[in-house]
């Protein structure tokens, strides 16, 4: 991604989804749902979430999510991952959604939260997630 705004800061973390903006996910004022967005953070920081848990995980906190900008129809969404906290069976992953506008090199942060996370075992019973390597 190349920013357009020198100034501004580029994303940080590890990419874990992108996607575009449809006309079927907008509110009626035409931008995109922020329940939409939403979903779409909270796919990504899963994503993110089992790969360090090397297996299944279940939603089970949003936090702090703020929404700075819209979406619109057409711009491309693209999510960055980074781990927050990680405890024994649980781990919070901090999202942020950031859109490059369609048709253009703009880029800006739209969204962002936390996403907190149990690793469950076949039986839906929390796990301990892998040590940390040194």
Not at 20 to 44: C, H
Not at 96 to 121: L, M, P, Q, Y
Request: hydrophobic residues 35%; contains cysteine; charged residues 20%.
């Amino acid at each position: 991604m190349t920013q357009s705004t020198p100034s501004s800061p580029m994303p940080q973390g590890t990419p874990s989804l992108r996607t575009i903006a449809m006309p079927a996910d907008t509110n009626p004022a035409g931008d995109i749902f922020g329940g939409w967005i939403m979903s779409q953070l909270d796919i990504s920081s899963g994503v993110y979430a089992a790969h360090v848990a090397k297996g299944r995980v279940v939603t089970v906190a949003v936090d702090a999510m703020t929404f700075h900008k819209p979406v619109y129809v057409g711009d491309d969404v693209s999510c960055f991952c980074s781990e927050e906290r990680r405890g024994n069976t649980s781990i919070t992953v901090h999202v942020e959604a950031w859109v490059r506008r369609n048709h253009s090199d703009t880029i800006v942060k739209v969204t962002e939260g936390n996403f907190t996370f149990v690793a469950v075992d076949s039986e839906g019973r929390p796990k301990s997630l892998p040590k940390l390597e040194p």
